[in-house]
């Protein structure tokens, strides 16, 4: 199974999958008709934080699945991009649910964020973070033991399971070194990852581009690899092998 999050989805399920080489490098129906139960839960923010919150949700919505006979619980990744790559990455951090995660454009440190000025919608990125999408409704000032709580960086360490990041490096939204952080953090404390850095793309890859026909191919690899032990793929077998060498 793939669980894809990205704050509130249940209204999408009207919508008719279609087959295509997404920008985001999901495509329910590609993911559906190579065999994958996909589960697409809503996530509601609370008082304990973005990432506690949707920890919790994801985790709630995985113990409703636990009596379907046709989803292995042993083979389930996690995945989004964005918001749902920042949600991706603190999950990662707190589970063991998952046998690999694939997050893109995502930030890794909140509290960076917090301090930076978005140059692609032209404001305070704290705005974001206080009221806006990511609703923590406090200043960093006044509590930042929430932040600390809700910040993946802070415990890339306690990632127990396969990456795989991908960001454009043009993108001004969620700056690509967000990515190259986590990404570091998690070579430093020798956990198996690959990134994947677009040089021409923005904050995501385009509808129908060579780069998002990439980054979708490189996805269902991804999952064939890690969810249905497919393991004759050179560009993930050559990294999961160094990684193997280096422990």
Same mark, same amino acid.
């Not at 995985?62 to 991009?81: E, M, R, S, V």
């Not at 960001?167 to 990404?183: E, I, L, R, S, Y």
């Given at each position: ?13 009207? #919508? ?15 993911? *559906? ?10 996530? #509601? ?8 919150? /949707? ?17 292995? !619980? ?7 991009? $964005? ?7 603190? #999950? ?7 046998? %690999? ?20 919608? $032209?404001?305070?990125?704290? /705005?974001? *973070?206080?009221?806006? !999408? ?60 690959? %990134? ?23 996805? *269902? ?14 560009? #993930? ?11």
């Amino acid at each position: 199974m793939v669980v894809r999050i990205y704050q509130q989805q249940s209204e999408s399920s009207g #919508i008719y999958p279609i087959p295509d080489y997404d920008e985001d490098g999901f495509n329910l129906r590609l993911l *559906l008709e190579n065999g994958y139960f996909v589960f697409l839960p809503d996530i #509601i923010y609370d008082e304990r934080g973005t990432g506690v919150s /949707a920890l919790d949700c994801v985790n709630s919505g995985l113990d409703q699945l636990i009596t379907y006979p046709n989803i292995d !619980q042993k083979k389930i990744g996690l995945t989004g991009h $964005s918001m749902g790559g920042y949600e991706t990455n603190f #999950i990662a951090t707190k589970s063991d649910r998952f046998v %690999a995660y694939l997050s893109g454009a995502s930030i890794s440190n909140i509290v960076k964020s917090y301090f930076s000025f978005n140059t692609h919608f $032209s404001f305070m990125d704290y /705005a974001r *973070l206080e009221n806006g !999408q990511y609703e923590m409704n406090v200043p960093f000032s006044e509590n930042k033991e929430k932040y600390f709580k809700n910040n993946p960086i802070h415990d890339v360490e306690k990632v127990s399971a396969p990456m795989l990041l991908w960001a454009g490096t043009k993108d001004q939204n969620v700056t690509p070194d967000q990515t190259m952080a986590f990404f570091a953090g998690l070579v430093r404390n020798r956990k198996p990852v690959i %990134a994947l850095m677009y040089p021409h793309r923005e904050h995501d890859l385009g509808i129908g581009s060579e780069e998002s026909k990439d980054l979708n191919l490189k996805t *269902l690899d991804w999952w064939r690899y890690f969810l249905k032990d497919e393991k004759n793929i050179p560009w #993930i077998e050559k990294e999961m092998n160094q990684y193997e060498r280096n422990q």
